[in-house]
């Protein structure tokens, strides 16, 4: 597994999908600040990093869904990929789908969401986009 981020996202939408309560994902520091934004923005409703065997670690999380059972996540996707990084700076991450949508990125503080870096005044590598 080469790309954990992406893998996450892609487990996160197919347990959209099946309309699945929880759903586990392989654990990393990045992948970990990920969940905790989707958290914040309230995209997920929890999560908890799990011990496992031989000292590997995993992710479960909680969906969130409406009062119609439908998700609350209408598109997740990956922007920067390992054949092609994208980098915005501070100016550029100010929006995102009108304020409907949430920019994951990651910078020199961390994980955090494109709000959060435009107050910081910091860019860096967009990791994920979610509506």
């Known amino acids: 597994m080469n790309d954990l981020i992406a893998d996450a996202l892609t487990r996160i939408?197919?347990?959209?999908?099946?309309?699945?309560?929880v759903t586990t994902l392989i654990?990393?520091?990045t992948v970990e600040g990920v969940v905790n934004v989707l958290q914040q923005k309230e995209y997920v409703d929890s999560f908890q990093v799990?011990?496992?065997d031989h000292n590997k670690k995993?992710?479960?999380v909680t969906l969130k869904y409406d009062d119609n059972d439908n998700n609350v996540i209408n598109e997740l996707k990956r922007l920067s990929k390992?054949?092609?990084r994208v980098y915005k700076n501070?100016?550029?991450l100010k929006s995102f789908k009108n304020g409907y949508g949430t920019i994951v990125v990651s910078t020199n503080k961390g994980v955090?969401?494109?709000d959060e870096a435009y107050k910081?005044?910091?860019g860096g590598e967009v990791l994920c986009s979610v509506w």
């Open 58 to 60: 995993t992710i479960k």
């Open 13 to 21: 939408r197919n347990a959209a999908m099946r309309k699945l309560d």
């Open 112 to 114: 955090i969401s494109n």
């Open 90 to 92: 501070a100016s550029e």
């Open 50 to 52: 799990v011990e496992g």
């Open 82 to 84: 390992s054949g092609r």
């Open 120 to 122: 910081l005044n910091v």
């Open 27 to 29: 654990h990393s520091n």
